[in-house]
Every structure is written in structure tokens, then in C-alpha cells.
């Protein structure tokens, strides 16, 4: 099974901010690597899949780079509903998601 | 408009069984892999188990199998995960979502709401 880790866990940040999360794989998943977002109560988000490719009607401040087995997604500056926990999921084998980020408020 | 309902959660005893139901509509249902994923309290998310197109091929959770049994009626455009001997352990709302292909690569487009299972005597 591949193995997915975030770092960080959490982080504060105010709005304007740039923030970045990082996700690294167990062993190499070429780009098939998706970020979500989830907020409390609601179901997940999709982002970006394949790596960098941003989901439709998803705002330009979200990017995602990275292929192998090191990924990153930025936000090029937060806004107040950016406020989640994020996940990393790779899409090469079974699936797996990483243990997420909240990104809470400064 | 893609809509993912699920239905057929609540509080059950431990060893007890439990099935869930997501009716999809919005979309020709036949033609995507689907998934079910977990969302324990304080825990992140968990994949559960994916079905193929026709239902010939299923994977699990190591954590689920042999008590679980995802299946899918394609003329109800339905998906269902049969739960049984649930522990504490599967307490979480459980999501089901839409695979974008019919094959590994592809992210989860569309989510349900969620169902939540409480298992607890």
C-alpha cells in the first residue's frame, strides 16, 4: 500500500497569506496525486487532480506542482473561506488520502 | 446537475449490521467506478472501497475486509455498502463518491452529503 504524508499537520495563517502544503508519497505515483479541501460538517472538495491540473470552478489562487513522490499545493493568498483541513490523495493504486492540514486562522 | 444521496445510516450495537445506499442521478451511473470514504470524529479521511463499472471487480480497506461488501444496482442507480460485525472503530459519516474514469488515475469528482454510522451499545 502506498503511504501519504502532510506536512504540516496544522498552521495558522492570516488572510493575504501565501501558504503552502506539502505531501509526500511511499514510493513514486508518476502525477496521479489530488488535493481536496473539507470544512466542518460538509463533504470534500475536489482542487487540483493530476498534480496541477486545477478542478473546474475552483479559484486560481489554488496550485498544485510536483510529480514522483513529492507534491506540493499553494494558496497564493488565503481567503476567509480557505479555512479547511486539506487532504492529498494519490489515485495511483488503491487509493489513499493523507492525514490532512488544517489551516485555521491567525 | 451530479447528485450523490446516501441513505441508511444510525446508530447500531457492535457485532451488528448496517447498509448504506447512495442513489446517484444527474449522470450515466454505469459508466464510473465508484468509492466509498470515511470520515472518523477528530480523524481524517479513510478510503473504504471501490467498485468497478459492472460490479465484476471490488477492493478493500484492509480495516473492513471480510466485514464489508460494497455492490451497486445499475438499473436503480444505486451503490451500497453492506456493513457487518461493526466495531467501535467504524464509527465515522461515510461518503461515497464518483471515481472521474473507469480506472485508477482519476480523482473523486462528486461526493454525497455523507451518512453517519454510529456504533455503539
Known amino acids: 500500500d502506498i503511504q501519504m504524508t502532510q506536512s504540516p499537520s496544522s498552521l495558522s495563517a492570516s488572510v493575504g497569506d501565501r501558504v503552502t502544503i506539502t505531501c509526500r508519497a511511499s514510493q513514486s505515483i508518476s502525477s496521479y496525486l489530488n488535493w481536496y479541501h473539507q470544512k466542518p460538517g460538509k463533504a470534500p472538495k475536489l482542487l487540483i487532480y493530476s498534480a496541477s491540473s486545477l478542478q473546474s470552478g475552483v479559484p486560481s489562487r489554488f496550485s498544485g506542482s510536483g510529480s514522483g513522490t513529492d507534491f506540493t499545493l499553494t494558496i497564493s493568498s488565503l481567503q476567509p473561506e480557505d479555512f479547511a483541513t486539506y487532504y492529498c490523495?494519490?489515485?495511483?493504486?488503491?487509493?489513499?488520502f493523507g492525514q490532512g492540514t488544517k489551516v485555521e486562522i491567525k | 446537475e451530479v447528485q450523490l444521496v446516501e441513505s441508511g445510516g444510525g446508530l447500531v450495537q457492535p457485532g451488528g449490521s448496517l447498509r448504506l445506499s447512495c442513489e446517484a442521478s444527474g449522470f450515466t451511473f454505469s459508466s464510473y467506478w465508484m468509492h466509498w470514504v470515511r470520515h472518523a470524529p477528530g480523524k481524517g479521511l479513510v478510503w473504504v472501497s471501490r467498485i468497478d463499472t459492472d460490479g465484476s471487480s471490488t477492493n478493500y480497506a484492509d480495516s473492513v475486509k471480510g466485514r464489508f461488501t460494497i455492490s451497486r444496482d445499475n438499473a436503480k442507480n444505486t451503490l451500497y455498502l453492506q456493513m457487518n460485525s461493526l466495531r467501535a472503530e467504524d464509527t465515522a459519516v461515510y461518503y461515497c463518491a464518483r471515481n472521474l474514469g473507469y480506472n485508477y488515475g482519476y480523482p473523486f469528482d462528486y461526493w454525497g452529503q455523507g451518512a453517519l454510522v454510529t456504533v455503539s451499545s
Open positions: 490523495q494519490q489515485s495511483y493504486s488503491i487509493p489513499s
